[in-house]
């Protein structure tokens, strides 16, 4: 079946501009994540989703950072008034809960890079 | 707070022969799970295998075992007989299994790139 996909796979802005971030689970799976990679580094948590509701966005960096998952399915990552510190690949995973056993599939991931 | 410490930058390995990935982590959580992933220069993470803090034995997954050493707080990743296609970035991380929420997400050490020689 098809894996989580994440679009777009490149994104370049302008510093100061609004960038939307889109990610779409595997079906049928309830939970999702957001993971931020800067250059030379290991994933870094950002939020977690369950259903429709964010059940632990402790990790978004600052207000400047929001998802949402409206129906429960596809995510979008938001970021408002970009700065060169935002570059990084935006990554997105999905499981079928969020059952402490679930795996974690991964997407692609978004590459961001603010000029 | 929990910590993934992986020492190895950078390794090599003949192609056919086995290698270590080394991982030590730091967690006061009592129970936990231990992750391996996979990276290829795709920038997809690949799951490769698990190991809970419970379990006794160790993980094997086809080519993949983990050799986990709890009074270390040591996973290290046995990769054998490797493969060219072995040739990526490799993660550890872990979550914590017992906290509602924070229990969810995954910490990442800062990977280990592998290059399989012919």
């Known amino acids: 079946g098809a894996g989580v996909s994440q679009t777009p796979s490149n994104k370049v802005t302008e510093k100061g501009k609004y960038v939307e971030l889109r990610c779409d689970p595997i079906s049928g799976h309830t939970a999702l994540y957001w993971y931020r990679q800067s250059l030379g580094q290991g994933p870094e948590f950002l939020i977690y989703?369950?259903?429709?509701?964010?059940?632990?966005d402790s990790g978004l960096p600052n207000d400047r950072f929001f998802a949402v998952r409206p129906e429960g399915s596809v995510s979008t990552l938001k970021i408002q008034r970009t700065e060169r510190g935002d570059s990084a690949v935006y990554l997105c995973?999905?499981?079928?809960?969020?059952?402490?056993?679930?795996?974690?599939?991964f997407g692609p991931g978004t590459r961001l890079t603010v000029l | 707070a929990q910590k993934i410490t992986q020492t190895q930058p950078g390794m090599f390995v003949q192609e056919k022969e086995a290698v270590t990935l080394d991982c030590t982590y730091d967690t006061s959580d009592q129970s936990y799970g231990l992750f391996w992933y996979k990276q290829p220069s795709s920038g997809e993470m690949i799951f490769l295998i698990y190991q809970g803090s419970y379990d006794e034995q160790n993980a094997t997954e086809g080519r993949y075992s983990l050799n986990f050493q709890k009074a270390r707080k040591s996973a290290n990743l046995v990769i054998s007989a490797s493969q060219l296609g072995d040739s990526a970035m490799y993660f550890c991380a872990m979550r914590d299994l017992f906290k509602e929420t924070s229990g969810s997400r995954l910490t990442f050490g800062e990977g280990t790139q592998l290059t399989v020689n012919p």
């Open positions: 989703f369950q259903g429709t509701g964010a059940a632990d």
């Open positions: 995973a999905s499981s079928l809960t969020a059952g402490r056993l679930d795996t974690q599939y």
